[in-house]
Nanobody, 115 residues
């Protein structure tokens, strides 16, 4: 079994920054891709950013240049640095990790961007 614990969400003003973390623990041999998704009220869950084990990254167009995904393989942890936040970034953010056997989701952390 694998557990994912997310942290770092909260309320921030437009233009502000937040850093999300997602730590995986349990029966882990190797984590391949790690991703962040988000889901705003009334909308479908969407991919925000992904990173391979080797460090290759991809981003949704809406966050390019503002968000940075990174990972620490020794700690089985993925991060999402979010800068220049906008009200439209408000959503529940979920991490997702891919192991050789299955994928796992975190419980989600709320990010609210509002003045």
């Amino acid at each position: 079994q694998v557990q994912l614990v997310e942290s770092g969400g909260g309320l921030v003003q437009p233009g502000g920054s937040l850093r999300l973390s997602c730590a995986a623990s349990g029966s882990i041999f190797r984590i391949y891709a790690m991703r962040w998704y988000r889901q705003a009220p009334g909308k479908q869950r969407e991919l925000v950013a992904g990173i391979t084990r080797g460090g290759s990254t991809n981003y949704a167009d809406s966050v390019k240049g503002r968000f940075t995904i990174s990972r620490d393989n020794a700690k089985n942890t993925v991060y999402l640095q979010m800068n220049s936040l906008k009200p439209e970034d408000t959503a529940v953010y979920y991490c997702n990790v891919a192991l050789s056997t299955a994928g796992y989701w975190g419980q989600g952390t709320q990010v609210t961007v509002s003045s």
